[in-house]
């Protein structure tokens, strides 16, 4: 059994410590929106903030989240969080999604890296291309991302 703070509440769960922290989010505490996209943290889709670190879950074991904050989409994205809300934002204005799956990962990848910056410092394309070198989109939209990301930027500057 292990306690895990989930999205600021505490839940217990029983798998072993080694468990991916992706396993049990989503199969434990049924939190499906935090997708599986390759198993070897390659491809960002199982991103998700451990003390507002981007990290891959996949790879990484329940044992290494505790005592930590792990933050998912589910409440980057639920209007509480500034910076979640300008992304989600942004991504919906710029059309950023088209078969939709990698989007939870980017959206975490890109909240904590504007979470990351200086308030009020705009990124630079490079700067945001060197952020998000770790999420792949299929569908190929990452000049869309780029944008949102820049947009939501400037929304929060």
């Known amino acids: 059994m292990s306690t895990l703070n989930i999205n600021g509440s505490d839940h217990t769960v029983d798998v072993d410590p080694g468990t991916p922290v992706l396993w049990a989010l989503r199969d434990a505490l049924q ?4 997708k599986f996209g390759c198993g070897a943290a ?3 889709a199982c991103t998700v ?3 507002g670190q981007a990290i891959r879950s996949c790879v990484t074991p329940v044992s290494a989240a505790k005592d930590k904050k792990i ?3 589910e409440a980057v994205t639920d ?5 979640g809300a300008a992304v989600h934002a942004a991504w919906v204005k710029h059309d950023v999604a088209q078969c939709g799956y990698c989007q939870s990962g980017q959206i975490m990848s ?3 890296f504007l979470k990351s910056r200086p308030k009020g410092a705009p ?5 945001i291309d060197t952020a998000m070198a770790g999420n792949i989109c299929r569908c190929g939209t990452y000049v869309r991302i780029r944008a949102a990301i820049a947009d939501a930027a400037q929304t929060l500057a």
């Not at 209007?79 to 910076?83: I, K």
């Open 31 to 34: 939190m499906n929106g935090t």
């Open 42 to 44: 390659l491809c960002g």
């Open 49 to 51: 903030h451990l003390d």
């Open 71 to 73: 933050t998912t989409i």
């Open 79 to 83: 209007g509480s969080d500034p910076v």
């Open 110 to 112: 890109a909240t904590a």
């Open 123 to 127: 990124p630079t394309a490079d700067e």
